[in-house]
């Protein structure tokens, strides 16, 4: 029997905006799954609920525009109280991310670190033993000698392709480039997302190492609150 995915995805994401409260600074997620959480945020705004909220893409900020949540930014608000998004994969037990495959990586770093508390929702298929096992780390990089930064992340021991969309390179809303970077088996997240980024050309990657506050996973047996293990 086939899983809907997608409504275990809707599942999480209403979880996860239990913890919304009047008053807060959100950072609001970019894919499918944080498009459940922007859903479901517009009904508890249309049912009362104060919030403004800082989106990690442009796409994000289109669809909370269209869904009546009000917007704010960094220029108004240095600091964000709570911010939800998705994951394409999660160490199940240090709760490290990667992250990017809806290219919006860098701002969602950005909101991320700018954020009291991180809650990440997923469905249970993005749990794994290892970071890497399934999907490579999305790279940012520079237009400019993308060639020759593909050629030092190599070194690094990836294996980088170049991101496509409609037969053309992916353009990030900041104007990069993506490498999707094919790692053997994350042992150090931490480690590879510093060396990754001390890379030249590299802007940001999509491990996102340390900074879940906790992640909310919905299975076919119900919706379980995961937390760091110290
Ligand atoms: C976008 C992301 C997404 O959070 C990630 O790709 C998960 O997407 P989805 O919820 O559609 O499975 O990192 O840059």
Partial sequence: ????????????????????????????GTGSTAGFVIERLAARIAGGLRIVAIPTSEHTAELACRLGIPLTSFAEHRHIDLAIDGADEVERTRLDLIKGRGGALLREKIVAAA???FIVVVDDEKLVDRLGEHTPIPVEVARFGW???????????????????D???????????????????????????????????????GLFAGRSSAVIVASESGIRIMTRQS
């Fill in 1 to 28: 029997m086939s899983i809907d995915r997608d409504r275990l995805k809707r599942a999480a994401a209403d979880r996860a905006v239990e913890f919304v409260e009047s008053g807060m600074v959100l950072g609001l």
């Fill in 115 to 117: 954020s009291r508390r």
């Fill in 147 to 165: 060639q020759a930064t593909a050629a030092a992340l190599e070194r690094l021991g990836a294996e980088p392709v170049l991101r496509q969309s």
């Fill in 167 to 205: 037969g053309l390179p992916f353009v990030t809303d900041g104007g990069n480039l993506i490498l999707d970077c094919r790692f053997a088996p994350i042992e150090d997240a931490q480690q590879t997302e510093r060396l990754i980024n001390m890379t030249v050309g590299v802007v940001e990657n």
